[in-house]
């Protein structure tokens, strides 16, 4: 594919009038269920997005401001609405358009979407490339061989196989759960390629499902309706995972994110380990995922406890499955913040508890939000944790960074009066890889901490 320089003048500029219904539907609050970990959208406002119309008649292209090409020259894959100066031509959501300087250079190829504040997502920065069906191949391929080629199929038959803007394809997440895989399309250009994706992971994985579940709030700030349903073969009856040997059902259609949290695995793995002999406190539990590896590490008690129903009923029967002795485990559907008051008032204690919330800070602009309800959290578990008891303790906010997180977990610490010590920095598993130009791609982090 080959690109002309912007011949045009710039004309006035109007604002899109694309869809707007589901911009700003999104929850954002501290205690939203919903943790969405694939493109985390830093530093934007949730306001329209005001994309600006250049010559209707022109090749198609965006051209940024003087000066805006900074961030995509350091390879990072989003172009902000603030960021140009017109689109030429009459494009589409979805299309794929160059991306050129004040000076008419080309920069990249990106995927349009007039409904976002992220106006652009780059799929290459190779003038010469053309962006249809074989590229995909390419890039899915790559993901693929990719891990394969570091082994991560070891351990568990859930795998998540394409993570978005750091595996080279913005917008699109697929997860694989066994022989089912599970598709989440978060951006305009991924939508418009989704039937030749969906049939590229069917000829190079050979699933007997690919299920949809491009539900995700983040959907609506793209402007970018939900859709929830099987897209090639049929869903199984039940979908499971195996996990470092422990068996978890995982709910594709209904549950949260594609029906469950890859991104924990390793520090799943690590909780087993540090779990013998100790009363263990697991918050925001989902299916279990925690409280089962600590009770087959030998947890002397664990008690689970998360506000959704569902996600409790799949948990016992998970402990079920897996044989592990119900007697030590115990599980509460409650709301944290409240819960862990309670146990404080009751004058609980524990030797390990974990922390592992929704996402309180979907964008920076909401850090301020989460970081009291972080703070809030970390404060009353450090109160109720015994003297040389551990403290796990995540955050999978793309608006909070590792070292904020940090000092809030410190601020928590001291307000609590207690001495404590970094033992692990944790991060989602290898699956989820982070692409250096795209820091945004770091959503996970973790503490253990350990109390004197
Ligand atoms: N650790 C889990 C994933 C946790 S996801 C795993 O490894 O699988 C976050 C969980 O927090 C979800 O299950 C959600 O239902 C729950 N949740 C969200 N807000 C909550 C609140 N205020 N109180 C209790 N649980 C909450």
Request: with cysteine.
């Amino acid at each position: 594919m080959t690109s002309q320089k912007p011949r045009s003048p710039s004309t006035p500029h109007r604002p899109s009038q694309g869809n707007r219904d589901f911009r700003n539907r999104a929850k954002h609050g501290g205690k939203s269920p919903d943790r969405q970990e694939k493109s985390e959208q830093k530093n934007i406002s949730h306001s329209a997005a005001q994309p600006l119309t250049g010559n209707a008649a022109a090749q198609p292209c965006i051209a940024l401001k003087a000066g805006r090409e900074k961030s995509l020259l350091r390879r990072h894959p989003w172009v902000f609405s603030g960021a140009i100066e017109r689109v030429d031509g009459a494009p589409v959501g979805g299309d794929t358009l160059p991306v050129r300087d004040a000076a008419g250079n080309f920069l990249a190829w990106a995927a349009y979407n007039p409904d976002s504040q992220i106006t652009a997502r780059v799929w290459s920065w190779d003038e010469g490339a053309s962006i249809d069906a074989a590229f995909f191949r390419r890039k899915v391929a790559a993901a693929l061989a990719a891990r394969d080629a570091l082994g991560m199929r070891r351990d568990s038959s859930g795998l998540r196989l394409i993570h978005a803007e750091s595996d080279g394809l913005p917008g699109l997440v697929v997860d694989q759960y066994g022989d089912t895989l599970v598709m989440q399309i978060g951006s305009a250009g991924a939508e418009r390629w989704r039937d030749t994706i969906a049939d590229l992971l069917q000829e190079l994985c050979n699933p007997v499902c690919i299920y949809e579940r491009s539900d995700s709030d983040s959907r609506g700030l793209e402007g970018l309706e939900p859709r929830n349903g099987v897209l090639r073969g049929a869903l199984p009856e039940s979908v499971e995972v195996v996990e470092h040997g422990l068996r978890f059902k995982v709910d594709v259609a209904a549950g949260q994110k594609t029906g469950f949290y890859l991104d924990q695995r390793d520090n799943r793995a690590l909780t087993e380990t540090l779990a013998k002999n100790r009363d263990v406190l697991n918050c925001f539990c989902y299916t279990g995922g925690f409280s089962l590896y600590a009770l087959r590490g030998g947890a002397k008690s664990v008690l689970s406890i998360d506000a959704s129903g569902d996600a409790l009923r799949i948990a016992a029967e998970n402990l079920t499955a897996n044989g592990l002795d119900e007697s030590r485990a115990e599980w509460q559907e409650a709301d944290v913040f409240q819960a862990l008051r309670k146990l404080r008032d009751q004058g609980r204690s524990f030797d390990f508890i974990i922390l592992d919330p929704p996402k309180f800070a979907p964008t920076a602009a909401f850090a301020e939000k989460a970081a009291r309800g972080y703070k809030d959290i970390n404060l009353l578990a450090f109160k109720l944790l015994r003297p040389g008891g551990l403290l796990a303790t995540y955050s999978c906010s793309g608006g909070i960074g590792e070292d904020l997180f940090q000092k809030i977990v410190a601020g928590a610490a001291l307000d609590a009066g207690v001495d404590a010590q970094i033992v692990h920095h944790l991060h989602a598993s290898a699956d989820h890889p982070v692409l250096l130009s795209f820091p945004e791609g770091a959503y996970l982090k973790g503490l253990v901490l350990r109390v004197s």
